[in-house]
């Protein structure tokens, strides 16, 4: 007697309905990572008025590295405000999604939707207005005063997120611990929080990404070249002479920006699925 066959994964296209799904697949992939293999490519070959004019080289990066303040400074502001921003906005996110999401309290529908207006309020025309906030508290000018700039956009995304994790989280597992002797805080701490850890990375991630690359912030909160982030710094870079564009070496600032996220991406892409999956497998 024929043993059955093995199940096969949900969603997994099966018969006839295959090739043509990794076509698509395939198709999208070289329509996406066409643009960054453009950049890879272009900021090695040779290029007229650039600092690669003759053979297959790095000199683009060379320039790159001795730009200005120099690249590895331009690379660590971006860290900073980037492991700033993503602190802030788990931070925050963590303790609002689980407020939203197991407490009762007045007003808390309604102050979630404020929460999520936010999204609906253009990015560029809040920044004036922070600006000047950052002023009055002496925060103008800083990769501090950025970081919490770009952590507010990102917190009611983040806070959605993580509210919807969290009432996938089944309460029996939190009742038990409250049961056992937790505080609210030590249950949050030790059963909660590994419990939507997906959702804390996809969060993380977003912020990450959102900060690693976001200009316009960068470009009307700094205005001290020593501290500017590299997307601020690859918008400037350009020659000395008739003010064109160095774009062998803005292709290679293009693919160092690239390189830290797509790293990130292919080392947490399944813990960003999982998290986004986490709402839609509630009950």
């Known amino acids: 007697m024929a043993s059955p066959s093995a199940p096969r ?14 076509v698509l697949a395939g198709g999208l992939a070289v329509l996406f990572l066409f643009p960054l293999l453009w950049s890879a490519w272009a900021s090695v070959a040779p290029a007229p008025g650039t600092s690669q004019d003759s ?28 492991l700033l921003t993503v602190a802030v906005t788990l931070t925050v996110s963590l303790l609002g999604g689980y407020a939203f999401a197991r ?6 529908n309604l102050l979630f939707l404020l929460t999520l207006a936010i999204l609906m309020v253009p990015y560029a025309t809040l920044l004036i207005p922070l600006y000047v906030l950052l002023g009055m508290a002496g925060m103008q000018n800083s990769l501090i005063g950025l970081s919490l700039v770009l952590a507010v956009f990102q917190l009611p995304f983040a806070t959605f997120m993580m509210r ?8 029996e597992l939190e009742e038990s611990a409250l049961v056992d002797g937790c505080g609210t805080f ?10 939507v850890k997906p959702g804390l990375i996809t969060v993380g991630l977003f912020a990450f990404l959102a900060a690693w690359n976001d ?10 070249s020593s501290k500017a982030p590299l997307p601020l710094a690859v918008a400037t870079l350009r020659q000395q002479s008739m003010g064109a564009i160095d774009y062998g070496a803005t292709e290679a600032g293009v693919t160092v920006l690239a390189v830290p996220c797509l790293l990130l991406f292919l080392l947490l892409q399944r813990h960003y699925v999982r998290g986004f999956m986490s709402g839609a497998l509630k009950g």
Do not use: Q
């Open 55 to 82: 053979g297959y080289g790095l000199g683009n990066y060379r320039a790159l590295l001795e730009y200005d303040a120099g690249l590895w400074r331009y690379l660590a502001n971006s860290a900073v405000v980037s």
């Open 215 to 224: 200009f316009i912030a960068p470009l009307i909160l700094i205005s001290d």
């Open 9 to 22: 994964g949900p969603g997994r296209p099966t018969g006839p309905v295959r090739t043509p799904y990794y």
């Open 164 to 171: 919807i994790s969290f009432e996938a989280v089944p309460r």
């Open 103 to 108: 407490f009762d309290f007045p007003g808390k």
């Open 186 to 195: 030590r249950a949050l701490a030790r059963i909660m929080t590994p419990a």
